[in-house]
């Protein structure tokens, strides 16, 4: 394998790309990489990262070149000078000389460049997520008042109704992220009984099923020994859990689903405001200390940006999930229990009088409800947030989640 600096790849990728007139974001796209393109081409340059074999090659397919051409340019970069060492006092200054340019920050047109690239991923990280959120908390609120409470208010005219055999958590002694998924969407089932009782009316319905549900889950989530999940085999890790189900919606003092699209704008423009924060961003004119400081400051914000891009990723595919359950529920749940709303007499009802279609009925909706709270009380900051596993689990889980409670809602409307 041809032996390289990271530096000496990201000099020769930046001329090569120079001199085809493209930008790093092109350049970026061009080799297939996702969201933040720009900023992992900026790092590739900046000698901060070597990409994987695949990656380069996408790179240097995009640059004119093979893979093998791209790394023997880089190799012969990386090469020393073949003419005389200097010697004596030629050699001191030409060392001190290097030194010197190598401590040199960034020229002022780079930082411009670069703060322009940020500004320009976070705006677009901002819109994705303002995008998404106002579809899911639009299709989160007819869930709430075509479906949920209508239901709610049906059951609670029904006396001695009986909860579903499910509803009880059985332990898992070796719990994987799929059983984990389909314990918290079981422990929404018991938050919506719960709800039922309770006799919570309007707004609150949501908040208390969600906050019911998340101690349902504290309270089931223990094997028969008495010993945390975390303890045992698997990947259920109730922490990361308990942040991604009931740390969002609990943590925002029960502003709910629109609380936590706030908190993820928030996290979305977090970059720029590692750098805003110097007061160095728009200045015009900087000296060398000045340039060092925002060069460490855009360091910083590209860090950032990167660390988070498989939680954006990860949006962009699970929110339009949720919001397309929480659509379906709406419609077709909505419409479903509107029906039987029209077959109910007025007043008081026993669960006897249902009778065994009207038992079932009431079952199935009750199993709905846990799946739309099951995905009402997912906090999606939180893949954000984590980082490396902790980010990975919750992902998988949040997967597995909208799987469970999709598939739960079509398995009975």
């Keep these: 394998m041809p032996e390289y600096s990271n530096t000496a790849l990201g000099e020769v990728v930046r001329e090569l790309r120079e001199r085809k007139g493209m930008t790093q974001v092109e350049l970026g796209r061009g080799a297939r990489y996702g969201t933040g393109e720009g900023v992992s081409i900026s790092r590739l340059e900046n000698g901060l990262l070597r990409p994987g074999a695949e990656r380069l090659a996408?790179?240097?397919?995009?640059?004119?070149?093979?893979?093998?051409?791209?790394?023997?340019?880089?190799?012969?970069?990386?090469?020393?000078?073949?003419?005389?060492?200097?010697?004596?006092?030629?050699?001191?200054?030409?060392?001190?000389?290097?030194?010197a340019e190598a401590k040199a920050p960034p020229s002022q047109k780079e930082l411009t460049a670069r703060r322009k690239r940020i500004e320009e991923e976070v705006q677009e990280r901002s819109k994705l997520v303002q995008d998404l959120g106002d579809a899911f908390n639009m299709q989160y609120d007819r869930a709430e008042e075509e479906f949920l409470q209508r239901f709610v208010d049906l059951a609670r005219r029904v006396e001695g109704a009986q909860p579903p055999d499910h509803a009880q958590l059985d332990d898992v002694p070796d719990a994987t992220a799929s059983d984990t998924a389909e314990r918290w969407v079981q422990a929404n089932v018991n938050g919506v009984v719960r709800t039922i009782a309770s006799g919570a009316t309007g707004a609150a319905v949501g908040g208390a099923t969600a906050y019911g549900a998340f101690v349902a889950a504290s309270s089931f989530w223990t094997a028969s020994t008495g010993a945390a999940i975390s303890g045992l085999s698997g990947i259920a890790v109730p922490k990361a859990a308990v942040a991604l189900f009931g740390g969002g919606w609990l943590a925002t003092g029960g502003a709910g689903v629109a609380g936590g699209a706030a908190v993820l704008m928030g996290i979305a423009a977090a970059p720029m405001a590692i750098f805003l924060a110097g007061g160095l961003t728009y200045a015009s004119r900087r000296n060398r200390r000045q340039r060092q400081e925002l060069a460490d400051q855009l360091d910083a914000a590209e860090a950032e940006l990167a660390a988070t891009a498989p939680g954006v990723g990860a949006l962009r595919d699970l929110l339009p999930r949720a919001t397309a359950t929480l659509d379906y529920i709406a419609t077709h749940a909505g419409h479903a229990v509107a029906r039987w709303q029209d077959q109910l007499d007025p007043g008081p009802l026993t669960w006897e009088s249902l009778g065994p279609d009207g038992q079932k009925l009431y079952h199935a909706f009750i199993d709905i409800a846990g799946a739309q709270q099951a995905i009402a009380t997912l906090s999606f900051e939180s893949m954000l947030l984590a980082r490396d596993d902790d980010r990975d689990a919750l992902i998988q889980l949040a997967d597995q989640v909208l799987s469970t409670a999709h598939d739960t809602v079509?398995?009975?409307v």
Excluded: V
Aim: aromatic share 0%; with cysteine.
């Design 58 to 99: 996408g790179i240097a397919e995009t640059l004119g070149l093979s893979l093998e051409e791209l790394e023997a340019k880089a190799c012969e970069n990386d090469a020393p000078d073949s003419t005389t060492e200097p010697r004596g006092e030629d050699a001191a200054e030409q060392t001190e000389a290097k030194a």
């Design 410 to 412: 079509q398995g009975h």
